[in-house]
Structure formats: structure tokens, C-alpha cells
């Protein structure tokens, strides 16, 4: 089945960002790597309440390479529980392959990605910022940075005293130094800088065992009035309500909180912040779930007919004004947070 924006002879920008050959090979790796993780070391994880709210009602939702998935009864955010602790995550990114040849192929698609995601949003935090700081100079801290293209972004604003990039990995720490940025190895314990007016985390939340804590240490060093920029799955968007656990996000023990609009809220809230914008601003829904039905990973004949007329009979036109829709009512599984520290 031929995808219409395939036949509008357009570049995709799925393709552009996940590169076909290479983005199958990650997800081939990160189910090796999840199944032989889990086996190694299951007998050692932990139970956790919802990461959002804190609550003990939830419903069993699906496994996924041995780890089990549940949907909060109340705020419907879906997590892996029992989950590997801080320490046992620490070691699978250190020792399996998986990790290892994402951070790749993160640095093969950075200027891409820098364009099409990252310097939009930085103009609008930056627009923002310039109300609350503007006349002081703020220092700003990427966690989690990568191989540094948000970090880059940031610096290339103009706006911030200094701008710092965090990450576990030593390769990415590398790569972020390489692109002349100043980079240290570890995360919030680690940064003793003051002044800190904005701290960002692009696809971090979803990996972290304890989110809550994590976010209140964030709160913490933070500047009176400083904002935290979150960008993270959107566990009710799109390609998670059509695919389910077919969702190629969907990737434990790398992934393991999948919050939504209304359940971040209730995150942010306990560790100290105030949610002030919550959207889903992503590009690639519609695409990720095409891929996923020309591969023969999601049969909408079957399962969804309405959406493959959608999708496949319609036009390209039609397709992308869906697109829009989903942005526009927090329906994209890319989700954006702004927060300021109450």
C-alpha cells in the first residue's frame, strides 16, 4: 500500500528524521536489548504507583518485551511497572547496544532535526523568557542533552549568560563538546551553576525511573520564576491509540512513563511547578502509523477502515489538515510542556 504523501513526491519528514534502514535496525536492537535486559535482571525490579498522580488504581494494559504495562485508573497516564531501578537503568545504557546506536543515529539526523523541531521552539520559550528575565542574564541547562542539537539551539538564541548540556552517556558529552558547547557528564545532581532560569529535557521524563524525585531536585537549583521545558510522548496521542503496543515509542526499559496532557500537569504540580502551556506541537503522526502499515506492523483494513480511507484515498492535502488537527486538540504523540517553579 502506497502512502499519498509518498505519492505527492514529497520528502518526508519521518524519513528525514528516521532514516528507514537505520531507524529498523534501532528498533530490531531495542527489542533484543529490552527482552535479554528484562531476563537478566526482571527478579530485581521494583512496584510503583502511577509517576503521575501517585496512585495505586490502574489497569493491566499489555507486555511488551517482559515488561508489563498499566494504565492509571485516574489519570490515565500509562507506565511500566514493576520497572528496573535508577542503578539497573544506569547499566543497561552503559552495557547494551541499544542506547548506544540511538545517540548514532540521533547525530546523523541533528541538523535536521535542529530545523524542523528544535528552533521553533526555542524562539517561543526564548519569547517568553524575555518577559520574566529580560534584565538579567539567565543561564540555561539541557539535560539529557544528547548529541546537543537542543543545547545548540539554545545557544545560538543569543539570549542566554551561558548554556550548559548534561548527559549520562560519555559519547554524547563527546559530541556536545566537539560542536563547542560546555558539557558535563551526569545530571541534575551534578550541576552547581546558579542563575539557572531555564532547564529543558527533551525525551528524558520517559527513561527515568523516578520522575517525581527527579523534578523536584530540578526545582531546586532553579532561579525564583524559572521555567523547565519538557518535551516527551504524548501516552493518549495518535499512533499510541492506533497501535497500541505496536507504538515503536513504546520501548522499555528505555521508555517507561508515557504521560498525557492532563497527567503532566498533576507530575509538574507535585514537584513544585506550574504548568503554563501544555501542547502537542508533533509532525509525524500520520507518518509513523503509514511506515508502520506498509511494513504490515498495523492492518487498518481491518482494524480501522475509516483511517485507511483517510489516509490512503483521500489526498495529501487531507492528510496533512489532519495533521494540524491533531496538533491543534492535544491529540499528537509529541507532546511540549512549559512550566515555571512556584
Not at 532535526?113 to 526555542?122: D, G, M, T
Not at 542574564?137 to 538564541?157: E, W
Not at 525525551?203 to 532553579?222: A, G
Amino acid at each position: 500500500m502506497k502512502s499519498i504523501l509518498k505519492r505527492a513526491d514529497k520528502v518526508l519528514e519521518i524519513d528525514q528524521m528516521r532514516p528507514v534502514d537505520e531507524h529498523q535496525k534501532a528498533c530490531e536492537l531495542r527489542e533484543r536489548c529490552g527482552i535479554s535486559f528484562y531476563q537478566m535482571y526482571h527478579k530485581y525490579f521494583i512496584e510503583t504507583p502511577c509517576p503521575a498522580c501517585g496512585s495505586n488504581e490502574w489497569d493491566f494494559a499489555f507486555t511488551k518485551y517482559g515488561f508489563k504495562h498499566n494504565k492509571c485508573s485516574k489519570c490515565k497516564t500509562l507506565f511500566c511497572s514493576p520497572r528496573p531501578t535508577e542503578k539497573l537503568l544506569l547499566e543497561y545504557y552503559a552495557n547494551f547496544e541499544a542506547p548506544k546506536y540511538w545517540s548514532e543515529l540521533l547525530l546523523k539526523t541533528d541538523t535536521t532535526r535542529k530545523l524542523l523541531q528544535h528552533r521553533p521552539r526555542v524562539e517561543k520559550i526564548v519569547a517568553l523568557l524575555k518577559e520574566k528575565f529580560a534584565k538579567r542574564k539567565i543561564t540555561a541547562v539541557d539535560l539529557g542533552a544528547g548529541t546537543g542539537a537542543f543545547a545548540l539551539a539554545l545557544r545560538d538564541s543569543g539570549f542566554f549568560k551561558k548554556v550548559i548540556a548534561a548527559d549520562f552517556s560519555e559519547a554524547c558529552v563527546q559530541a556536545c563538546v566537539k560542536q563547542g558547547l560546555e558539557a558535563y557528564h551526569g545530571t541534575v545532581d551534578d550541576i552547581t551553576e546558579d542563575s539557572i532560569g531555564l532547564l529543558t529535557m527533551n525525551d528524558l521524563i520517559e527513561h527515568l525511573s523516578e520522575p517525581l524525585l527527579f523534578l523536584k531536585k530540578c526545582c531546586s537549583i532553579m532561579a525564583p520564576k524559572g521555567m523547565i521545558a519538557i518535551a516527551t510522548p504524548n501516552g493518549e496521542g495518535f499512533d499510541f491509540q492506533i497501535m497500541k503496543e505496536k507504538t515503536v515509542n513504546i520501548t522499555p526499559p528505555e521508555h517507561l512513563n508515557y504521560f498525557n496532557p492532563y497527567s503532566i500537569k498533576e507530575l509538574m504540580k507535585n514537584a513544585g511547578f506550574h504548568v503554563t502551556k501544555a501542547e502537542t506541537p508533533g509532525i509525524l503522526d500520520t507518518q509513523i502509523v503509514m511506515r508502520e502499515v506498509e511494513k504490515g506492523n498495523v492492518v487498518l483494513e481491518k482494524d480501522n477502515k475509516f483511517l485507511q480511507y483517510l489516509l490512503y484515498q483521500t489526498s495529501a492535502d487531507v492528510v496533512s489538515a489532519f495533521q494540524k488537527f491533531l496538533q491543534e486538540n492535544l491529540l499528537s504523540s509529541h507532546m511540549s510542556v512549559l512550566a515555571e517553579k512556584r
